[in-house]
């Protein structure tokens, strides 16, 4: 056995140096493979193991908490309750994952439950620590840490921390900062929407649909930032104004509407159109006209069209009937005909039908006037 | 880097300068992959630190989702074609439609969805915005509950002609493309979207996703039930490869922005844009990679800052080929495919003016994708010969073979082990050892098996004059009660195609 | 046991049917769950339920599908959907289908119980 080893070893000093560097990689590479083999399936026993304690902390905990939230629970036997959880989740190695387990299913109650039972899980979520928890974790985490304690402080309306939270909306991370604009308005109501006043990093089309998700609780409301937001620099926050515009009826500030009809951005000019059908604007139909003129941009025309089905009067009859005679572009003839179905004027598109006369037009009509499409 | 004889002949020079390409070479690819699977781990872990507190019920409630349309094209599919609409319109979105095009098939296919669905034939004025093969009818259901899957019949064009008829009837702002047969996870739809409504600079005009293998899944209802590694040792190769392609591979390309492939089992296109562009390609093989790079030239040339999304996320799940016959005739369709692409754009070759993919994209997959096996089959042979010839000494090679060996070894496990901290989906221990036994083999005989699909491939290609689809056997999905357990044949069906892949064996042997 | 109502709650999230179970037992009710549509089937075939409480989004067999299967039948249990979905399309699709009543999630347990009895007295009718 030892004459192998040296054997061996005299076999390898004697080698090359190349022989040398390359036998050391094959072998320091399969050693690593071996590692990492090994890793895995630790990684994998530990993983197991999380989620058996997950299991065991969930099955436990859960005829707790289904106690608090539906039983009359007074003082006393809340606070015995609290105990008792406490209990469950303490652990010398485990106690902040197991904090975190009692995080994520306080969580999914409170996105499921409202009313009473809602309160209930607020005062427990407090009372166990996990609101100190997140807090503590938005000042010092990493960012992905700080976007999640944000979210968790919103998801369970702690509206105390508002004050905390309202400090990071125009954070640099964008993901922190889009999970405290959330939580403004969440938290704060149409009151926290300030920040939107001179908000400058743009709202991606995700944080808009958010906040608006949002929003529409205050849809009686009257929002008066929104002329700001509709005279913004930035175009992401006059879309929004829009979108506010048009899902809470906020009537005011026409005239800022009539203006951004003619913006240069195509977003900003679509959606202002589209807010404009909505509303039921039809004092800008004028306008419409004009701005059908002036762009190539088929979206903008089509979206005027559309316009012109909702808001429009006899003369609009004549213009859509004219677009579907004359206009080449299949989409804008398809929304004219559709808009004339709208307004109710069938006669119009039947009359069409039977003077046929393009080909084009014709399919298009007949497509409009079957109802089953 | 050989053992000279005595005179310095010049064939012991073109000798030299054989080795010292090829291993240079080698230790180059080797390099970009490891460059790769670090830029995927980076991205895959802030996509999932980024998304462990997204709340998709925002967007799966609100009025302003864009629409989007669901685009399957079907051709003789008529054993699943009921279960997988109905999976499709079970799809979470807002606001979605789905377009069922039957191309031509000749089984029964239509005749059962019309039964199913309670279709009727409808006075639907087809936009031929992009040209097609003639529409002969156009569906729509009697019932309301259906009332966003349209069904259109037309002659047989093809995958891509029907895809351009899909195009021409939708009515969304996007299209999600996808293979019938593919399996989709119930929130595919929105997690493709969330890219598009989350950039905030530049023109979104594709994402693709991730697409894993359903070999030996639990299927219920259209709906994978229990993930497993597959039975046959030929799928758990295509299971390391599909791995290390779309986890690693395309995860990290598009972290770069440079992915030339979205696959056609699954990616959502901006419509508007994928008509200006003409739609596919009814003459290609590989018609979603040849999109995929027309869009972004289209784009580039008309001065639309762009940009390309790829979703870590497993989202779509695909049988692949059981026999390797059938693989061998897929993998020699894919090369074609893909070496049509290039030759049909080569322009974009080392242009600075398309940026990244000319610059690197292109180049990688000229290099790596296309030549690493030619140049890896070409290597051996002349290995053959010199040392038939006795002219070099062989003993370095093997070493170094070995280090190949090993690096691929290593980095297959290394693979498993991203997968593990990230999605992991595999989640029986003893499944997950077989394929670290699967990772063991693959070199030595997966490998091998690809060069000979690739240099036959390209053999078609260049002096066969081969175009066609070749045809495609698959094993019909494994359902736990009952129902159709048949063997499916699939005649002419293109399949997803994994093409950016990081290859298993760096070339140059 | 008789007259005491039977209650059937279809959700496939088992954290909500434990404590909606829990809740509605607690009130007094037979509770029975499924956890998908298709399961909830074959329980309604098998038994006889006064009520069924059905969420929206779920595998296989959706709640929107549940309720025009149940209603297509003819089953007489008024069917109250409860989803997270809140969104117009949602409300109306349901009553649509058939649903008798509609809450939204995050609902309220107390509100839900009273909507119930509410049910019950209409069925009794």
């Known amino acids: 056995m030892r004459r192998f080893f040296t054997e061996t070893y005299y076999f390898l000093v004697a080698l090359e140096p190349r022989y040398k560097i390359v036998l050391f990689l094959v072998i320091s590479l399969l050693i690593l493979a071996a590692v990492m083999v090994i890793i895995v399936l630790r990684e994998r026993s530990r993983k197991n193991s999380v989620e058996n304690r997950e299991r065991r902390i969930s099955r436990s905990v859960e005829p707790i908490i289904q106690e608090i939230v539906f039983s009359e629970y007074d003082g006393g036997e809340f606070k015995d309750a609290i105990k008792k ?289 | 880097m050989i053992e000279f004889d005595n005179q310095n002949s010049l064939i012991d020079i073109l000798i030299y300068i054989f080795f010292f390409v090829t291993y240079g070479y080698t230790v180059f690819v080797m390099v970009s992959y490891l460059v790769l699977g670090i830029l995927s781990v980076v991205q895959a872990r802030k996509y999932l630190r980024r998304n462990s507190y997204t709340d998709y019920l925002n967007i799966l409630q609100s009025p302003e989702a864009p629409t989007v349309s669901i685009l399957a094209p079907a051709y003789n599919e008529e054993a699943s074609i009921i279960e997988n609409v109905r999976s499709l319109l079970s799809i979470r979105y807002p606001n979605f439609e789905v377009i069922v095009v039957n191309d031509g098939s000749r089984d029964r296919s239509l005749i059962k969805l019309i039964e199913e669905y309670q279709l009727e034939p409808v006075d639907f004025a087809v936009n031929y915005a992009l040209a097609t093969k003639n529409v002969k009818a156009v569906y729509k259901s009697k019932n309301p509950t259906y009332n966003n899957l349209v069904v259109v019949d037309k002659e047989n064009g093809g995958k891509s002609d029907a895809l351009n008829a899909a195009i021409n009837v939708s009515t969304g702002e996007y299209t999600l493309n996808i293979d019938v047969d593919c399996i989709l996870e119930e929130d595919c739809l929105l997690k493709l979207m969330k890219p598009f409504l989350e950039e905030t600079e530049k023109n979104m005009i594709a994402t693709g996703g991730v697409v894993r293998i359903a070999n030996n899944c639990k299927i219920e209802k259209g709906r994978i039930t229990e993930i497993n590694v597959p039975n046959k040792l030929l799928s758990q190769f295509q299971t390391l490869e599909y791995l290390r392609s779309f986890l690693l591979g395309r995860v990290a390309w598009g972290s770069l922005d440079g992915l030339l492939l979205i696959s056609g089992a699954l990616g959502v296109f901006q419509k508007e844009l994928v008509i200006a562009c003409g739609g596919y390609d009814d003459d290609t093989i590989g018609e979603d990679m040849e999109l995929t790079v027309r869009m972004r030239r289209y784009a580039r040339e008309k001065d639309i800052d762009y940009v390309v999304g790829f979703v870590p996320d497993p989202l779509c799940w695909t049988e692949v080929p059981e026999s390797w016959a059938v693989l061998r005739r897929q993998r020699n369709r894919w090369t074609r495919g893909a070496l049509e692409t290039l030759l049909a754009h080569k322009r974009l070759f080392l242009n600075p003016y398309y940026g990244k993919i000319g610059m690197i994209s292109y180049p990688y997959w000229l290099l790596f994708e296309w030549l690493a096996p030619l140049i890896e089959a070409f290597g051996i042979l002349l290995l053959v010969l010199f040392s038939l010839l006795g002219v070099i000494n062989i003993s370095f090679l093997y070493l170094f073979i070995a280090l190949i060996y090993g690096y691929t070894v290593s980095f297959t496990i290394a693979t498993l082990y991203i997968e593990e901290i990230t999605f992991f989906q595999y989640k029986k221990r003893r499944q997950l050892l077989r394929l670290v036994l699967a990772g063991l083999l693959e070199p030595l005989i997966f490998h091998p098996f690809l060069v000979y699909c690739s240099v036959t491939g390209n053999w078609d290609y260049f002096f066969e004059g081969k175009k066609a689809w070749g045809s495609m056997k698959r094993v019909g999905f494994k359902k736990p009660s009952g129902g159709n357990k048949g063997r499916k044949i699939t005649a002419s069906k293109p399949n997803p195609s994994p093409k950016n892949q990081v290859r298993s064996t760096p070339a140059g042997a | 046991m008789s007259d005491r109502a039977k209650i059937l709650i279809v959700d496939d999230e088992p954290l909500i049917r434990d404590a909606l179970a829990f809740k509605l037992t607690k009130d007094g009710y037979d509770v029975d769950t499924a956890e998908d549509g298709e399961k909830a089937i074959q329980k309604i075939e098998s038994e006889e339920y006064q009520i069924i409480i059905s969420d929206i989004m779920m595998p296989f067999i959706s709640g929107f599908e549940l309720v025009k299967i149940l209603k297509e039948r003819g089953t007489d249990a008024p069917v109250l959907m409860l989803t997270s979905l809140n969104s117009e399309t949602a409300v109306l699709k349901a009553f649509d289908l058939g649903a008798d009543d509609f809450m939204t999630k995050p609902f309220s347990p107390n509100e839900l119980s009273v909507r119930i009895k509410k049910l019950l007295k209409n069925a009794k009718k």
């Not at chain 1, 304690?149 to 900062?177: H, K, P, W």
């Not at chain 1, 589209?274 to 979206?303: G, H």
């Not at chain 1, 089905?309 to 929304?335: M, N, Q, W």
């Open chain 1, 85 to 373: 959880i406490n209990r469950i989740v303490d652990s010398a190695l485990y106690r902040k994952s197991n904090m975190a387990i009692l995080n994520e299913l306080i969580l999914y109650y409170h996105r499921n439950l409202g009313g009473e039972a809602f309160n209930r899980l607020e005062m427990l979520y407090r009372e166990i620590g996990l609101k100190q928890i997140a807090l503590d974790n938005l000042r010092t985490g990493e960012w992905h840490i700080k976007a999640k304690a944000i979210n968790d402080l919103s998801t369970m309306r702690m509206g105390e921390s508002l004050f905390d939270i309202l400090q990071y909306t125009d954070y640099e991370n964008q993901n922190v900062r889009y999970e405290a604009q959330y939580a403004a308005v969440k938290l704060g109501g149409k009151k926290a929407m300030g920040f939107l006043d001179d908000l400058d990093t743009p709202m991606s089309e995700w944080q808009q649909i958010r906040l608006l998700d949002q929003s529409l609780k205050f849809e009686y409301e009257l929002i008066d930032r929104v002329g700001k937001w509709l005279k913004s620099e930035n175009n992401s926050v006059v879309v929004f104004g829009l979108m506010i515009m048009r899902h809470l009826n906020q009537y005011h500030e026409k005239g800022e509407l009539r203006k951004l009809l003619y913006h240069k951005d195509e977003k900003v000019q679509e959606k202002a159109i589209e807010t404009a059908r909505e509303l039921a604007y039809a004092e800008c139909l004028e306008n419409l006209y004009e701005v059908y003129e002036l762009t190539k941009k088929i979206r903008i025309k089509k979206q005027i069209l559309r316009a012109m089905g909702d808001l429009g009067g006899s003369k609009e009859v004549g213009f859509l009937r004219e677009t579907i005679a004359r206009e080449k572009e299949y989409d804008l003839v398809f929304e004219a005909a559709q808009s004339l179905k709208r307004m109710g004027r069938r006669d119009v598109l039947v009359s069409y039908k039977e003077q046929e006369l393009s080909e084009k037009g014709e399919s298009i009509v007949k497509h409009i006037l079957d109802d089953r499409i």
